[in-house]
């Protein structure tokens, strides 16, 4: 069996974690899907090859992070370790390769100890995405090739695999997909699925309409021993020039329920206001039937149980720079335990030096049907940047109506400096201290090194 | 007894119809893959410089303004097609969040940038045991078969 991220990052280590408890690795899904992975990843890389004069025409993009992390850690017993371990996110992107509308995406990560192990083993990481993509000059059709994170109707996935996608002259159009599933499962007694297939029709309409109907399979042994299959149905209509109606729905055909629906109306009357209410509502069953975490199955969570919220969401930049949030949602469930809650949210935002800085205040409670569900929050924060300068200060404090690990309150501030040393690249640090349930007192320091280049104007965020 | 519709066979049906019966892709321009123009630090509102319908998603501008109602409901329009995100957000700019085994918070990761609705701000250890509680769907998209394998330290 052959693991793309073993390649690069071996482990095989179980150990000890950052809070001192047990751990396992991770099971990485390694089917026969799977074994196919070296031929996807090596067609990929080798397909720009094959364009005549691919270097001097690509628009290159870099991105390299590094974060070095220190913290203590008290295990049971009493006795202390020491965590240091070192981060590196990596990105690239080469676009117009050969001077056609052909790319190639690597985002990937990796962490090495120089401590105490902090997570499972010393070293870790993951390729996140890897792929070739086609854009086509017109109609927004587009394939990709290798591993990438998709959300098409049914499917929010990172497979291995190809992804097709094309709209007609009608506006009638359609996606497909297929591959292997980039899972990673730490329940037991499963691995997660072999293979994933799925697609999507849609009509669509510019500016007024788009309607779509989607598939996904996903062969694998969920819970009741099932495959995953999903029936996903999407509406996105503008009902009047400022107003617009969303639905999602998904059935999962498995275990013949309905996984999840959302339906919203939002109004955007102009720059300035943006208002949504709606509603949602899902069950453990259809939603959480091929979790591979175990804090989705039972006995963690009464699987019988199923959620229905209605919410509602104002943005209003009620004077230039200065934008106030609102936001609500009742929750009701079907089960006494949890119970029911209520989650109010108000926050102010000011954004100035030219939108390089903003500085906001928020308040946050919920109150519910269980008092252990009950908790306040309250948060500020701040950015300064002059020149070359950057300076962050970021509070939030937690009260807890019950008490957690005999605290009913915690209390976490992030400040953060950081200096551009050349335009492509910027150093910072972090301190954060916090008093919590889980932490009497606790300070850990980042150190951030940022590195951008890319050979062309335009925007990448 | 019941017995299921086998669906596959229409959905394929419907494919090939699709693709033979209309073969010829719409001569609407693309949306071009990368933003031409460099974009301003902080919450992009594409409204200051279109007013018009979005080639990428089709809809007009004004859906995918970068407010506090978008960012909570970006999944939705997402799941119609991402050639308008990708062409202002490099593929790691989603999975700072929809990560496979992250081990980072992005909050933690974009520590300097308060700004950002990064999730689980504070010891989210702590208060994660209610908001998973009360709402464990939203947990799901990004840790249902993503896993974070701290995750296995309480729950196995």
Same mark, same amino acid.
């Given at each position: 069996?052959?693991?793309?991220?073993?390649?690069?990052?071996?482990?095989?280590? $179980?150990?000890?974690?950052?809070?001192?408890?047990?751990?396992?690795?991770?099971? +990485?899904?390694?089917?026969?899907?799977?074994?196919?992975?070296?031929?996807?990843?090596?067609?990929?890389?080798?397909?720009?090859?094959?364009?005549?004069?691919?270097?001097?025409?690509? $628009?290159? +993009?870099?991105?390299?992070?590094?974060?070095?992390?220190?913290?203590?850690?008290?295990?049971?017993?009493?006795?202390?370790?020491?965590?240091?371990?070192?981060?590196?996110?990596?990105?690239?992107?080469?676009?117009?390769?050969?001077?056609?509308?052909?790319?190639?995406?690597?985002?990937?990560?990796?962490?090495?100890?120089?401590?105490?192990?902090?997570?499972? /083993?010393?070293?870790?990481?993951?390729?996140?995405?890897?792929?070739?993509?086609?854009?086509?000059?017109? /109609?927004?059709?587009? #394939?990709?090739?290798?591993?990438?994170?998709?959300?098409?109707?049914?499917?929010?996935?990172?497979?291995?695999?190809?992804?097709?996608?094309?709209?007609?002259?009608?506006?009638?159009?359609?996606?497909?997909?297929?591959?292997?599933?980039?899972?990673?499962?730490?329940?037991?007694?499963?691995?997660?699925?072999?293979?994933?297939?799925?697609?999507?029709?849609?009509?669509?309409?510019?500016?007024?309409?788009?309607?779509?109907?989607?598939?996904?399979?996903?062969?694998?042994?969920?819970?009741?021993?099932?495959?995953?299959?999903?029936?996903?149905?999407?509406?996105?209509?503008?009902?009047?020039?400022? !107003?617009?109606?969303?639905?999602?729905?998904?059935?999962?055909?498995?275990?013949?329920?309905?996984?999840?629906?959302?339906?919203?109306?939002? =109004?955007?009357?102009?720059?300035?206001?943006?208002?949504?209410?709606?509603?949602?509502?899902?069950?453990?069953?259809?939603?959480?039937? #091929?979790?591979?975490?175990?804090?989705?199955?039972?006995?963690?969570? $009464? =699987?019988?149980?199923? !959620?229905?919220?209605?919410?509602? !969401?104002?943005?209003?930049?009620?004077?230039?720079?200065?934008?106030?949030?609102?936001?609500?949602?009742? =929750?009701?469930?079907?089960?006494?335990?949890?119970?029911?809650?209520?989650?109010?949210?108000?926050?102010?935002?000011?954004?100035?030096?030219?939108?390089?800085?903003? #500085?906001?205040?928020?308040?946050?409670?919920?109150?519910?049907?269980?008092?252990?569900?009950?908790?306040?929050?309250?948060?500020?924060?701040?950015?300064?940047?002059?020149?070359?300068?950057?300076?962050?200060?970021?509070?939030?404090?937690?009260?807890?109506?019950?008490? =957690?690990?005999?605290?009913?309150?915690?209390?976490?501030?992030?400040? +953060?400096?950081?200096?551009?040393?050349?335009? #492509?690249?910027?150093?910072?640090?972090?301190?954060?201290?916090?008093?919590?349930?889980?932490?009497?007192?606790?300070?850990?320091?980042?150190?951030?090194?940022?590195?951008?280049?890319?050979?062309?104007?335009?925007?990448?965020? | 007894?019941?017995?299921?519709?086998?669906?596959?066979?229409?959905?394929? &049906?419907?494919?090939? &119809?699709?693709?033979?019966?209309?073969?010829?892709?719409?001569? &609407?321009?693309?949306?071009?893959?990368?933003?031409?123009?460099?974009?301003?630090?902080?919450?992009?509102?594409?409204?200051?410089?279109?007013?018009?319908?979005?080639?990428?998603?089709?809809?007009?501008?004004?859906?995918?303004?970068?407010?506090?109602?978008?960012?909570?409901?970006?999944?939705?329009? &997402?799941?119609?097609?991402?050639?308008?995100?990708?062409?202002?957000?490099?593929?790691?700019?989603?999975?700072?969040?929809?990560?496979?085994?992250?081990?980072?918070?992005?909050?933690?990761?974009?520590?300097?940038?308060?700004?950002?609705?990064?999730?689980?701000?504070?010891?989210?250890?702590?208060?994660?045991?209610?908001?998973?509680?009360?709402?464990?769907?939203?947990?799901?998209?990004?840790?249902?078969?993503?896993?974070?394998?701290?995750?296995?330290?309480?729950?196995?």
């Amino acid at each position: 069996m052959v693991d793309l991220n073993r390649l690069f990052w071996e482990n095989d280590v $179980d150990t000890n974690t950052v809070l001192g408890a047990r751990m396992g690795r991770p099971t +990485t899904v390694a089917t026969l899907g799977k074994r196919l992975l070296p031929a996807i990843v090596s067609i990929s890389l080798s397909l720009p090859l094959l364009l005549p004069g691919t270097a001097p025409a690509a $628009d290159l +993009t870099f991105s390299s992070k590094t974060y070095g992390l220190s913290y203590e850690r008290e295990l049971p017993g009493g006795e202390k370790n020491q965590y240091a371990p070192l981060y590196e996110y990596l990105s690239a992107d080469a676009a117009n390769l050969g001077g056609k509308p052909v790319s190639l995406h690597f985002y990937g990560w990796g962490r090495v100890d120089l401590a105490e192990e902090s997570g499972s /083993g010393k070293t870790s990481g993951e390729i996140g995405s890897l792929y070739m993509e086609y854009r086509h000059p017109q /109609g927004n059709a587009q #394939a990709k090739l290798g591993r990438f994170f998709l959300t098409e109707g049914a499917a929010m996935e990172t497979i291995d695999g190809a992804f097709v996608k094309t709209t007609t002259p009608l506006g009638l159009g359609v996606s497909v997909y297929g591959g292997a599933p980039v899972e990673y499962s730490i329940l037991s007694g499963t691995e997660g699925g072999s293979s994933l297939y799925g697609g999507r029709v849609f009509f669509v309409r510019a500016g007024f309409a788009e309607l779509g109907a989607s598939y996904l399979k996903e062969n694998g042994m969920f819970q009741e021993g099932k495959d995953r299959e999903l029936i996903g149905g999407d509406l996105w209509l503008r009902v009047a020039p400022p !107003v617009e109606f969303t639905a999602q729905a998904t059935y999962n055909r498995s275990v013949g329920e309905m996984a999840s629906q959302r339906y919203a109306v939002r =109004i955007v009357p102009g720059a300035n206001f943006d208002i949504s209410a709606g509603y949602e509502s899902y069950t453990y069953k259809g939603l959480f039937q #091929a979790t591979l975490n175990p804090a989705f199955v039972s006995p963690v969570v $009464d =699987i019988g149980d199923g !959620v229905q919220t209605i919410f509602g !969401v104002v943005d209003w930049a009620f004077v230039p720079g200065w934008t106030l949030e609102v936001a609500g949602k009742n =929750i009701r469930h079907d089960k006494s335990d949890p119970g029911d809650a209520d989650r109010g949210e108000v926050g102010v935002r000011y954004s100035y030096n030219d939108k390089k800085d903003v #500085a906001g205040l928020s308040a946050a409670f919920v109150s519910a049907d269980r008092e252990e569900n009950e908790y306040q929050e309250y948060r500020g924060f701040a950015s300064y940047s002059p020149s070359r300068l950057r300076l962050t200060l970021d509070a939030i404090t937690q009260r807890y109506k019950q008490e =957690i690990n005999g605290r009913k309150n915690q209390y976490q501030v992030v400040a +953060t400096a950081g200096y551009q040393l050349l335009a #492509a690249l910027q150093i910072s640090g972090n301190l954060t201290y916090t008093q919590s349930p889980t932490f009497e007192e606790d300070y850990a320091g980042l150190v951030r090194l940022t590195y951008d280049l890319s050979t062309s104007t335009g925007g990448k965020k | 007894m019941t017995r299921r519709v086998n669906i596959v066979p229409f959905f394929r &049906a419907a494919l090939l &119809a699709l693709l033979f019966g209309c073969s010829a892709v719409s001569q &609407a321009p693309s949306v071009p893959p990368k933003h031409p123009e460099d974009l301003p630090p902080g919450r992009v509102d594409c409204l200051e410089c279109h007013n018009d319908v979005s080639s990428g998603t089709l809809k007009p501008y004004a859906s995918v303004r970068h407010s506090r109602v978008f960012i909570d409901s970006h999944g939705t329009y &997402a799941r119609q097609g991402q050639n308008l995100c990708s062409s202002c957000h490099a593929p790691a700019f989603c999975q700072t969040c929809h990560a496979g085994k992250e081990e980072l918070k992005p909050n933690v990761k974009t520590g300097d940038r308060p700004d950002l609705r990064a999730p689980h701000r504070g010891d989210y250890l702590v208060t994660h045991r209610i908001d998973g509680r009360l709402d464990p769907g939203s947990c799901f998209r990004c840790h249902g078969n993503k896993s974070d394998s701290r995750c296995k330290q309480c729950h196995r």
